[in-house]
């Protein structure tokens, strides 16, 4: 099963930095979960931060963020200290929201394919359903380009 747009997601729970996350607890505020492949690159660390600088107008908005990868807790405690990140990073080391959400993908890198995170953002509202989703996300102009379906809910 994986999502769609104007459908449920169904409930999750994951390990995350500070503690679980769960998605029924968050149930009222929109969620903008964003799947990035390893933390501390260049391209996920500039996406990081692009949500970092416009995090308090997303939740003056009334939206969560929340950025999903396979790294470790420790990757992620590491990644949100030396980026001052004041959102939640969820492990998905077992792939199961990279499951549900459908984001992995046989990619190349220095000639050789791999199995990786395609980068990409879900936008959930308030009510569990899914609204939007970006795939294959290029990090130039993307924050902006979430903020406004965000305002648009």
């Known amino acids: 099963m994986s999502v769609a747009v104007n459908q449920a997601v169904p409930d999750f729970t994951a390990d995350a930095t500070g503690e679980a996350f769960s998605l029924s607890a968050h149930r009222g505020r929109a969620i903008v979960l964003y799947f990035y492949p390893k933390d501390s690159t260049p391209g996920c660390t500039t ?43 969820i492990s998905d080391a077992d792939e199961a929201l990279c499951a549900l959400f459908g984001v992995i993908k046989m990619k190349k890198m220095y000639g050789k394919e791999v199995r990786g995170i395609e980068r990409s953002t879900f936008l959930i509202d308030g009510n569990g359903v899914l609204r939007h989703e970006w795939r294959g996300v290029k990090v130039a102009g993307h924050i902006d380009e979430v903020f406004e379906s965000v305002s648009a809910l």
């Open 47 to 89: 996406e990081a931060m692009g949500f970092r600088d416009r995090y308090d107008a997303f939740v003056d908005a009334g939206a969560d963020i929340v950025g999903v990868s396979r790294d470790s807790l420790r990757s992620h405690e590491n990644f949100k200290s030396k980026l001052d990140l004041p959102f939640t990073l």
